[in-house]
């Protein structure tokens, strides 16, 4: 499987490598592959590129991690109660629908572009995805499962922690993954527009020195960690579903 | 067994009415149903389907108050569920994401009884429907009729004085039948 | 259990309406600086105000046909691979996992590199809403198609439709549910690409140029207008969309 997979992206490589040799690209259009790879050498060595990588993932980190609990308590509320339901979801859903940039400017400026701006418009963007598959895990539980729970004189607390939360648990992680996902683009993004450290900025300002190799050197970075947080979790999930016995 | 009919009844069933709401018309499902039921007592109720069985059966579990009419267990109203009565479903209803073990295993939780002695009735109850050798499958892996037994031990490891069962239908063989207490 | 009591239907207006009153309250009492938070009448002011006078309707209109353009090509790009991947073992083998590596780079870092390209012309903002749109179509597209009943496929033999008849008598239509899924996808991250593409670059006119402007010129009052402005239309792309899809898949029977 990997071997057929490769041979496009080694070819397009290959095209690449032979463009700049022949001198048919230009600077502004691809930079040498071999002047990429030497950028990223200076970069690691100085610990550039380490530093900035670390300020990145720290801030999905904390506004994921902020987004993500508050999602999942909304979450919960929505899909548990007929009456949180009601009140939530046609504000969340109003709101939801402005762009998450479109509140950048807003929230610039009632927080200038600190570390709490990059944090919640991260853990917003996680947020959103989290509540609505956790409200819609926990309301999709069947009915017949919660009725096993009623005939064996479950307490509200043995409901949602022995049967609900397990049947919830596959929406639940979706809506984790497609959080996460969210939060590493949100993050790219207002590094791009408002930082002066981490892997956006370092794109932005190798953009402003018509620097190419740089951006490239970012961007293949931008892309390895997403990959990298996809896979994760997609390990972590499909081992919490082992009991969904997959046909072939 | 002769029981003598003096016993007082264990289980009454005074009068029940239950009419469903069905878009905004109504649909009578039971209509002065009234029945005795003595201990060791074995009732069968027959009809055609969508009769009210199931719904007589939710009735005494406790899974359904809106009615006309009382259900008394010892002369008690029924107002909710309880371990004394245990239900095998149409369906096995299992858990998906706990093994066979676990899901007989959790009828138990709400018991009091120590780990060991929790341990003891599962295995127990496993053996008696034949699935010992399956303690640790998943539901998924597991034939209809063998979900079913798990169910049915799990309805039984809380040793109920009632033992509902809502057409389980050919899950259960003669031989299984044959190893209820 | 007991059967369902219709629920009092003002409840999901409460938060609307108490936010509203805090927010009329916190003006009138002067708890909250106009400059920060300018009342609720005078955002409403400048909606109207823009929208009849001040442009706002150029803006939208220009925000709006970019993002059309966008959605276009990338959609129907999108589709086109997502086809080409579901239908053919091949290709799916060859571009698949290029593709999905490919996915992985977010969105936004492709800005840099597109506007080096592109450099301020119109071209470059179109692709890169293009490039937004087109994932979710591929994606869904791909998975739609990808596993068609067997049942229907050899029907298409029995019948002996060709390749373009299949597609279009038996794919297509087995697909449409989830190109749907994809297609609302498709919407959704290209007006977030367009707007955050005329926020970054400082496109004008456009309605995200028209936010930097509130912005960098401190007028809260524009900022919130255009806020307005845009829940206004993503509840009114999201309606279209469900009603689109309900009519389709109605058809579908």
């Known amino acids: 499987m990997l071997g057929a997979g490769a041979a496009v992206p080694v070819a397009l490589l290959a095209v690449w490598v032979l463009s700049a040799r022949q001198g048919w690209l230009t600077e502004q ?7 990429v790879l030497q950028t990223t050498r200076d970069y690691v060595t100085s610990g550039e590129l380490l530093a900035d990588t670390a300020i990145s993932l720290r801030r999905v980190a904390e506004g994921f991690a902020a987004g993500a609990v508050i999602g999942l308590v909304i979450g919960a509320a929505q899909g548990l109660s007929q ?13 939801s629908q402005v762009p998450i940039l479109g509140w950048l400017p807003l929230l610039i400026l009632l927080v200038g572009i600190d570390e709490e701006l990059k944090v919640i418009v991260i853990a917003w963007s996680a947020f959103v995805p989290v509540a609505l598959n956790t409200a819609q895990g926990m309301r999709d539980v069947p009915r017949t499962l919660r009725e096993v729970g009623q005939v064996l004189t479950f307490d509200p607390w043995s409901m949602l922690s022995r049967i609900i939360l397990p049947a919830a648990l596959p929406s639940i992680f979706t809506g984790l993954r497609e959080g996460l996902a969210h939060s590493w683009q949100t993050l790219v993004a207002v590094e791009l527009f408002a930082s002066s450290e981490g892997l956006g900025y370092l794109m932005s300002w190798g953009r402003q020195l018509f620097q190419l190799d740089i951006v490239v050197m970012a961007l293949v970075v931008v892309g390895a960690i997403g990959l990298v947080l996809n896979w994760t979790l997609g390990r972590v999930e499909r081992r919490l579903r082992r009991w969904q016995v997959q046909t072939a | 067994m002769h029981i003598p009919h003096d016993t007082k009844p264990v289980l009454e069933i005074d009068r029940v009415d239950k009419t ?5 018309r109504p649909v009578p499902a039971l209509r002065d149903v009234s029945l005795d039921v003595r201990p060791g007592e074995f009732v069968a109720i027959v009809g055609a389907s969508g009769c009210g069985k199931s719904t007589l059966l939710r009735l005494i579990l406790g899974l359904d108050t809106d009615y006309q009419g009382e259900v008394r267990v010892d002369g008690r109203r029924v107002e909710r569920p309880g371990l004394d009565r245990a239900i095998v479903f149409q ?6 994401w706990l093994s066979a073990e676990g899901n007989v295993a959790m009828a138990l939780r709400r018991s009091g009884l120590p780990k ?42 809380n040793r109920p004085r009632f033992l509902l069962m809502d057409e389980p239908l050919g899950a259960l063989d003669a031989l299984t039948r044959l190893r209820l207490h | 259990m007991i059967a369902r009591l219709p629920l009092p239907p003002w409840r999901p207006l409460l938060i609307p309406l108490v936010v509203l009153a805090l927010w009329e309250l916190a003006s009138r009492a002067g708890w909250s600086d106009a400059r920060f938070l300018p009342p609720p009448e005078t955002v409403l002011h400048r909606v109207w105000f823009e929208t009849t006078q001040g442009g706002l309707a150029t803006d939208l209109a220009a925000s709006l046909r970019r993002g059309a353009s966008g959605l276009l090509i990338g959609a129907s790009a999108g589709v086109t691979l997502g086809l080409l991947l579901g239908l053919s073992r091949v290709a799916e083998r060859l571009l698949g996992p290029l593709f999905l590596a490919y996915r992985q780079v977010a969105l936004f870092a492709w800005v840099p590199l597109l506007s080096m390209w592109f450099g301020g012309a119109e071209a470059g903002k179109i692709a890169f809403i293009s490039h937004a749109a087109m994932a979710p179509a591929v994606v869904n597209t791909w998975r739609g198609s990808r596993d068609i009943p067997r049942a229907h496929v ?12 299949f597609i279009r008598f038996v794919a297509l239509p087995g697909a449409l549910p989830f190109v749907l899924v994809g297609l609302r996808s498709s919407l ?41 402005v845009l829940g206004a239309l ?18 579908r029977g």
Not at chain 2, 133 to 144: E, I, R, T, V
Not at chain 3, 154 to 165: I, Q, S
Not at chain 3, 204 to 227: H, K, S, W, Y
């Open chain 1, 29 to 35: 259009i691809l930079p040498d592959p071999r002047e």
């Open chain 1, 83 to 95: 009456g949180a339901r009601a009140i939530l979801e046609l504000p969340f859903f109003v709101i």
């Open chain 2, 20 to 24: 469903f709401h069905v878009a905004g």
């Open chain 2, 91 to 96: 369906e096995p209803r299992l858990l998906p």
């Open chain 2, 116 to 157: 060991a002695e929790r341990r003891q009735l599962v295995s127990e109850h496993l053996k008696l429907v034949g699935l010992t050798a399956f303690a640790d499958a998943w539901p998924a892996q597991l034939s209809g009729g063998m979900a079913q037994r798990v169910a049915l031990a799990r309805a039984l490891v």
């Open chain 3, 154 to 165: 050899e029907l298409a033999a029995v019948l002996t439709f060709g390749r373009l008849d």
């Open chain 3, 188 to 228: 959704i991250y290209a007006w977030l690409a367009t707007i955050g593409a005329e926020l970054f670059l400082n496109i004008a006119p456009g309605l995200g140029g028209r936010l930097n402007e509130g912005r960098e010129t401190f007028q809260m009052d524009l900022v919130l207008a255009c806020i307005v």
């Open chain 3, 234 to 251: 993503g509840v009114a792309f999201s309606r279209v969309a469900a009603i689109g899809e309900a009519r389709l898949l109605r058809r």
